[in-house]
């Protein structure tokens, strides 16, 4: 099993039960992909609000994911092979005005 670190940032936590920083755990081997799953299936609290996050099967457009401080895109995005003890980071840039 690997550990995984996650944030909510820009008022992402508000969907995951107003908690910023989780810790789960997914098997060795999991991508990125497979860490999106877990957290809707896990930690989302209310899966109407599953549109907010992900678009297409994918991190929803405004959102900023970091993989150990390092833009995701840089790591291969969904494809991105997760290591014990990584720090995701997930940033809304979307605010209201």
């Keep these: ?9 820009g ?10 920083e989780h810790t789960v755990q997914v098997e060795d081997g999991s991508n990125f992909r497979v860490l999106t799953q877990h957290l809707v299936e896990h930690l989302l609290k209310d899966r109407k609000d599953e549109d907010v996050f ?3 099967g994918s991190i929803r457009p405004g959102i900023l994911v970091l993989i150990n ?11 991105y092979e997760l290591q014990d ?3 995701i980071t ?6 209201g005005g």
């Excluded at 997930?90 to 605010?95: A, I, Y």
Aim: aromatic share 10%; no cysteine; hydrophobic share 40%.
């Design 90 to 95: 997930f940033t809304s840039t979307l605010h």
């Design 69 to 79: 401080d390092t833009d995701w895109e840089l790591e291969g995005e969904d494809e």
């Design 54 to 56: 992900i678009e297409d």
């Design 85 to 87: 003890k990584d720090l």
């Design 11 to 20: 008022g992402l936590d508000s969907i995951f039960g107003h908690v910023r």
């Design 1 to 9: 099993m690997l550990t995984i670190n996650v944030e909510f940032l």
